[in-house]
């Protein structure tokens, strides 16, 4: 659930026009926590980002 909630995250923050580099560093502090935890790092993969902005469009949020 929280590679899916990363991924709606970054997809809604794609919206919003992030930078790259803001995107790498959010992605950056969110592996700093995995790995604080014994987690391997994510990668921010451009194909499930698209799916997600998609399926977060079709969401009502709050």
Partial sequence: MGLVYFLIVSALCRSAA??????????????????????????????YSKDCMEYAKGKSWG
């Avoid at 790995?35 to 921010?44: I, Q």
């Fill in 18 to 47: 992030m930078k790259p580099d803001e995107e790498k560093a959010i992605l950056n502090k969110h592996n700093m926590y995995r790995e604080l935890h014994g987690c391997p790092p994510l990668t921010l993969v451009e194909s």
